[in-house]
């Protein structure tokens, strides 16, 4: 399984302003995923990072609000921009394996917003 | 539209029992079926991993099955302890969409 590491773990942020949250994994994987978890709720996905490419977005979320990267293999961001208290989440990003769609998940971001 | 449904919401039970979360699915179309567990405020730990091909798997004193003509699986915690006290989360993976689609939990707690 990959080991994955998230930065930063958590973060309180003031209302308006933006955060980056930056997934390491320690291998290089095709499958790239961030994924929102409300209070109390369960995940949702918010996209698939494509490496070389624009990420794939679920319905509900944007690109101008969560602006991914995905420069390489190894290595992703999410920036949750113009944040308001609604996006007071945890933030996780995942890997998948191509062979067993298995998924593994990084320790998550943990944002709160004044 | 695929859905995951995950009874009960929550659990208390004393140390020792063995206990059974159940999860259930609307669409068999899947390529597999993942238990994980969440410890509050943190990420998740996958627990067992079923094929679809699978009916169970068994990882220490975890035993998960699956049926999924039924559209079910189970999680057996066996002798359960304290420290299984967490959020036991189940998920399929769509054979339609190659995502990965989340119950809503099942919070469990172990009195010593």
């Known amino acids: 399984s990959a080991v994955i590491s998230q930065k930063p773990s958590r973060d309180i942020c003031q209302r308006g302003t933006s955060l980056t949250i930056q997934c390491q994994v320690d291998?290089?994987?095709?499958?790239m995923f961030w994924y929102r978890q409300q209070p109390g709720q369960s995940l949702t996905l918010i996209a698939t990072?494509?490496?070389?490419?624009?990420?794939?977005?679920e319905s509900g979320f944007v690109i101008d609000k969560f602006p991914i990267s995905r420069p390489n293999l190894t290595f992703s961001t999410l920036t949750v921009s113009n944040m308001s208290p609604e996006d007071s989440s945890i933030y996780l990003c995942?890997?998948?394996?191509?062979?067993?769609?298995?998924?593994?998940f990084g320790p998550g971001t943990r944002l709160t917003v004044t | 539209k695929q859905e995951v449904t995950q009874i009960p919401a929550a659990l208390s039970v004393p140390e020792g029992e063995n206990l059974v979360l159940n999860c259930s699915f609307t669409?068999?179309?899947?390529?597999?079926l993942q238990w994980f567990r969440q410890d509050p405020g943190k990420g998740l730990t996958s627990l067992l991993l079923?094929?679809?091909?699978?009916r169970e798997q068994t990882s220490g004193r975890l035993n998960a099955s699956l049926d999924k003509s039924s559209g079910r699986s189970t999680l057996y915690i066996a002798a359960s302890q304290p420290g299984d006290s967490a959020t036991y989360l189940c998920?399929?993976?769509?054979?339609?969409?190659?995502?990965?689609?989340f119950g809503q939990g099942t919070t469990l707690q172990v009195k010593p």
């Open positions: 995942s890997v998948g394996t191509v062979s067993s769609y298995e998924q593994y």
């Open positions: 291998s290089q994987v095709t499958m």
């Open positions: 990072a494509n490496q070389g490419s624009e990420a794939t977005y």
């Open positions: 669409d068999s179309a899947i390529y597999n």
């Open positions: 079923i094929q679809s091909s699978q």
């Open positions: 998920a399929v993976v769509s054979s339609n969409t190659g995502k990965l689609i």
